[in-house]
C-alpha cells in the first residue's frame, strides 16, 4: 500500500529516529509500503519519517531501470561503518523537496552495515550513486535532510518556497 510522503518543513523530518530492536509484521509491512511509495514516485531511495514514521528504516534502489533487473533493498538500522577519503558530488533531489535539486558532496565510498527483512545482519561496500543515496536516506534518520549541506541562504529560499508549495496544497 502507498503511503502519503511528508513535505519539508515537517518536524517529523527534523527528528533523529529510534532504531528497530524488534522485526515485527507491522515494520516489514512498513518497509514494503516505502519501496511500493519510492518506486510509485519515483525515487531511488526512501527514509521512514518520509512517511511520517520516526523510525531506523530506509530503503533503495539505483539501479536505473532499462540497465539491469530492480534491486530492492530494504535496512533496518543502518550504520556507516567506514567511509572513503576520496569524495563524489551529485546533484541531489529528495521526495520530501520536490522540484529542488543542488550538488552535495559525499565520501565516494561507503562501507554498510544492516539488519535485512528477515532480521539478518548484512554489510556491504557502496560506491557512485549507492553510495550517495545511502548517505542520504541514513541523513534522513538523524533528521538531517540534503539541504542542510547548502548555504543558509539557499536552504531559506528552498524552505519558503516548499511553505508556500504547501499552503497552495491545502488549499486545494
Ligand atoms: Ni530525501
Same mark, same amino acid.
Not at 543502518?78 to 561503518?81: T, Y
Not at 538531517?144 to 547548502?150: E, M, N, Q, T
Given at each position: 500500500m502507498k503511503r502519503p510522503i511528508v513535505l519539508h518543513p515537517d518536524p517529523r523530518l527534523k527528528t533523529r529516529c529510534a532504531p528497530v530492536d524488534d522485526l515485527s509484521v507491522d515494520l516489514r509491512r512498513l518497509a514494503d509500503d516505502m519501496l511500493e511509495t519510492m518506486y510509485d514516485a519515483p525515487g531511488i531511495g526512501l527514509a521512514a519519517p518520509q512517511v511520517g514514521v520516526t523510525t531506523r528504516l530506509i530503503v533503495l534502489d539505483c539501479v536505473k531501470p532499462d540497465e539491469a533487473p530492480p534491486r530492492p533493498l530494504i535496512m533496518f538500522n543502518?550504520?556507516?561503518?567506514a567511509a572513503s577519503d576520496e569524495k563524489n558530488t551529485y546533484e541531489e533531489g529528495c521526495l520530501s523537496i520536490p522540484e529542488h535539486f543542488a550538488d552535495v558532496t559525499r565520501p565516494a565510498e561507503v562501507e554498510i552495515a544492516w539488519i535485512d527483512r528477515d532480521g539478518n545482519p548484512k554489510s556491504e561496500v557502496f560506491g557512485g550513486l549507492w553510495a550517495t543515496c545511502v548517505q542520504h536516506e541514513i541523513d534522513h534518520l538523524d533528521g538531517? &535532510?540534503?539541504?542542510?549541506? &547548502?548555504t543558509p541562504l539557499k536552504r531559506q529560499l528552498i524552505t519558503r518556497k516548499m511553505q508556500k508549495l504547501k499552503r497552495e496544497r491545502t488549499r486545494v
Open positions: 543502518p550504520q556507516i561503518v538531517k &535532510l540534503f539541504i542542510d549541506y &547548502l
